[in-house]
C-alpha cells in the first residue's frame, strides 16, 4: 500500500496478523465452550474470520429446532427450544411475503436457511420482533398461543422435536427466553442470525464453515 510504513517489516506484521487471528479463534472457542460441538465450531468460526462482524448474533439449529444466542464477542448467552415453519425446506417461495397467510400453502411453509442481518421492528399488532427476512416476513419472535388447537406451548415444552414444525416460517422462541437473551441481543440494534440448513451441510451456504469439523 502506497504510504504505509511499518517498523516491523512484512514478515513480522504478518506472523502478528496471524497471531491476532489465532487469539481471536482462541477467545472464541473458550466462549462457545458450552454450546453442542457443532454450534460451538460455527461461532467460532464467525467470531474468528469476521463473518459476524462484531455483532451479537443467534445460531438457530432447524435440526434441533434450537436457537443459541451469542454476545459480539462470541460468548453463548442463552438457548431454547424453537417453533419453526411447518414445511421442511430451506428457501422461502418467491413472493411470499406480500402473499395472505390464508393464501400460503402448508407446503410453503419453510423457514429459510442462510445468513441474515436482523433488525429490530414491530408487527400489525405492535409486538417488538426481530425481523429476520424482512423480504420474506420471517421474524423471530415471541411464541404466541392464540390459536389452542395447535398447542404452541406444548410443542415448545415436548422433549423431541418432530412436533416443532408449526409456524407459517417464523422462528417462535419463549417469552421468557425472548425477554432475558433475544430483545437485549436483538431487539435494539441489527445483529446477525444464522439459520443452519436442514437439507444440506452448512458448508454449502457459509463458506466460513468449511474448514469447521
Excluded at 31 to 59: C, H, K, L, M, N
Excluded at 105 to 111: G, H, I, V
Excluded at 178 to 187: M, R, S, T
Amino acid at each position: 500500500m502506497p504510504g504505509f510504513f511499518s517498523p516491523f517489516g512484512v514478515d513480522a506484521l504478518k506472523r502478528f496478523t496471524s497471531f491476532v487471528l489465532c487469539l481471536a479463534a482462541c477467545s472464541a472457542a473458550v466462549a462457545a465452550a458450552d454450546a453442542p460441538a457443532e454450534i460451538a465450531q460455527f461461532a467460532q468460526r464467525a467470531v474468528a474470520t469476521g463473518d459476524s462482524a462484531q455483532r451479537p448474533f443467534a445460531i438457530v439449529d432447524k435440526r434441533n429446532a434450537r436457537v443459541f444466542v451469542f454476545d459480539a464477542d462470541g460468548r453463548l448467552r442463552g438457548d431454547a427450544p424453537v417453533l419453526l415453519g411447518l414445511a421442511r425446506g430451506d428457501r422461502s417461495v418467491p413472493g411470499i411475503g406480500e402473499r395472505k397467510m390464508s393464501e400460503i400453502r402448508p407446503d410453503e411453509r419453510t423457514t429459510p436457511a442462510g445468513r441474515f442481518v436482523s433488525e429490530p421492528g414491530r408487527n400489525m399488532q405492535g409486538e417488538d420482533i426481530v425481523w429476520v427476512d424482512y423480504g420474506a416476513a420471517v421474524s423471530m419472535h415471541r411464541v404466541r398461543a392464540t390459536e389452542k388447537s395447535e398447542r404452541r406451548l406444548e410443542r415448545l415444552a415436548s422433549p423431541g422435536v418432530d412436533d416443532n414444525r408449526i409456524s407459517y416460517g417464523c422462528i417462535n422462541v419463549p417469552a421468557d427466553f425472548y425477554d432475558a437473551y433475544v430483545k437485549p441481543a436483538l431487539g435494539a440494534s441489527r445483529g446477525l442470525v444464522y439459520v443452519l440448513p436442514e437439507t444440506a451441510p452448512a458448508a454449502e451456504l457459509f463458506s466460513f464453515a468449511a474448514d469447521a469439523r
